[in-house]
C-alpha cells in the first residue's frame, strides 16, 4: 500500500547578511566603514529579511565608538601642538629682546691688552748640610740582584746624582721637600745599559739616622739600601 500525499521540502536557511559581517569586521579595522556598513545591513534586513542584526548592531556600536575616540585623540594632538608652538614662539621673542636689552645696556669698551709674563721659575728645595757628601753601600732591589750604590749630595745645590753599579746605570735625584732629618726626591734614569732594572719617576725617601752617620734609602721602585758617607 503506496504512502498518501506528497512530502514537503525542508525550509532552506535564512542567509547572513553580508554587509552585517563586513560591519563587525571593519569595525576594528576602518571605524567609519563598520558604521556606514552597519546602517546598511539594518536596512536590508527590515527589508528583506535575514540573519545578522546582531552583527550589524554591535559594528555599529563599536564602530562608532571607536570612531569617537579617534576623532578624540586628533583634537587632543591639535591643541598640544598649537599650545607647544604658542610657546616655542613666545620664548623666542622674549630671548630676542633680552638680548637686544643687554645689547644696549652694556658700555663699549677699549680691548684690554695683557701683558705677557715670563714663566717662574722652579723654586729649588734646599738640601740641609748633614746630608751632603758621597754616600756609599748595597741596595737590594725588588726583584734584581744586590747591587752597590752611591748617592752623592753636591753641597753646591741642585739635584743629587745616583749610580748602581751592578745595574750599569746612573740617574738623579731631585729634592721635592726636605724636613728634619728626611729629604724626599724624584728620582730620574739618565744612561746605562740597565734602564728597565733603574728607578726610573719613582719616589724615594732618604733618611739620616740620629747621628747622622747612617743614610736610609727607601725607593717606591723598590730598592732599599743602609748607606754611609765616604771618607773624603
Given at each position: 500500500?503506496?504512502?498518501?500525499?506528497?512530502?514537503?521540502?525542508p525550509?532552506?536557511?535564512?542567509?547572513?547578511?553580508?554587509?552585517?559581517?563586513?560591519?563587525?569586521?571593519?569595525?576594528?579595522?576602518?571605524?567609519?566603514?563598520?558604521i556606514?556598513?552597519?546602517?546598511?545591513?539594518?536596512?536590508?534586513?527590515?527589508?528583506?529579511?535575514?540573519?545578522?542584526?546582531?552583527?550589524?548592531?554591535?559594528?555599529?556600536?563599536?564602530?562608532?565608538?571607536?570612531?569617537?575616540?579617534?576623532?578624540?585623540?586628533?583634537?587632543?594632538?591639535?591643541?598640544?601642538?598649537?599650545?607647544?608652538?604658542?610657546?616655542?614662539?613666545?620664548?623666542?621673542?622674549?630671548?630676542?629682546?633680552?638680548?637686544?636689552?643687554?645689547?644696549?645696556?652694556?658700555?663699549?669698551?677699549?680691548?684690554r691688552?695683557?701683558?705677557a709674563?715670563?714663566?717662574?721659575?722652579?723654586s729649588?728645595?734646599?738640601v740641609?748640610?748633614?746630608?751632603?757628601?758621597?754616600?756609599?753601600?748595597?741596595?737590594?732591589?725588588?726583584?734584581?740582584?744586590?747591587?752597590?750604590?752611591?748617592?752623592?749630595?753636591?753641597?753646591?745645590?741642585?739635584?743629587?746624582?745616583?749610580?748602581?753599579?751592578?745595574?750599569?746605570?746612573?740617574?738623579?735625584m731631585?729634592?721635592?721637600?726636605?724636613?728634619?732629618?728626611?729629604?724626599?726626591?724624584?728620582?730620574?734614569?739618565?744612561?746605562?745599559?740597565?734602564?728597565?732594572?733603574?728607578?726610573?719617576?719613582?719616589?724615594?725617601?732618604?733618611?739620616?739616622?740620629?747621628?747622622?752617620?747612617?743614610?736610609?734609602?727607601?725607593?717606591?721602585?723598590?730598592?732599599?739600601?743602609?748607606?754611609?758617607?765616604?771618607?773624603?
Amino acid at each position: 500500500m503506496g504512502e498518501s500525499g506528497t512530502r514537503s521540502s525542508p525550509t532552506p536557511p535564512t542567509p547572513t547578511n553580508q554587509f552585517a559581517i563586513l560591519s563587525l569586521v571593519f569595525a576594528f579595522v576602518v571605524a567609519p566603514l563598520g558604521i556606514i556598513f552597519g546602517v546598511i545591513a539594518r536596512k536590508q534586513i527590515r527589508s528583506h529579511g535575514g540573519n545578522g542584526q546582531g552583527m550589524a548592531t554591535a559594528g555599529l556600536v563599536i564602530g562608532s565608538i571607536l570612531t569617537g575616540l579617534g576623532v578624540l585623540l586628533v583634537v587632543v594632538q591639535i591643541v598640544a601642538l598649537a599650545s607647544l608652538t604658542s610657546a616655542v614662539s613666545s620664548a623666542s621673542r622674549s630671548g630676542a629682546y633680552d638680548v637686544t636689552a643687554t645689547a644696549a645696556q652694556v658700555p663699549a669698551t677699549a680691548p684690554r691688552t695683557v701683558a705677557a709674563q715670563a714663566p717662574r721659575a722652579a723654586s729649588r728645595v734646599a738640601v740641609p748640610a748633614e746630608f751632603h757628601g758621597t754616600w756609599t753601600g748595597t741596595a737590594t732591589h725588588s726583584g734584581y740582584r744586590r747591587s752597590a750604590v752611591s748617592i752623592v749630595v753636591s753641597p753646591t745645590g741642585g739635584d743629587l746624582s745616583y749610580r748602581f753599579t751592578e745595574l750599569s746605570c746612573t740617574g738623579t735625584m731631585r729634592p721635592s721637600s726636605a724636613s728634619g732629618s728626611r729629604l724626599t726626591v724624584t728620582e730620574t734614569y739618565v744612561a746605562g745599559t740597565g734602564q728597565t732594572a733603574c728607578p726610573n719617576g719613582s719616589t724615594a725617601t732618604l733618611t739620616l739616622s740620629s747621628d747622622g752617620s747612617v743614610l736610609s734609602y727607601t725607593s717606591r721602585s723598590g730598592a732599599t739600601a743602609e748607606l754611609t758617607k765616604a771618607t773624603p
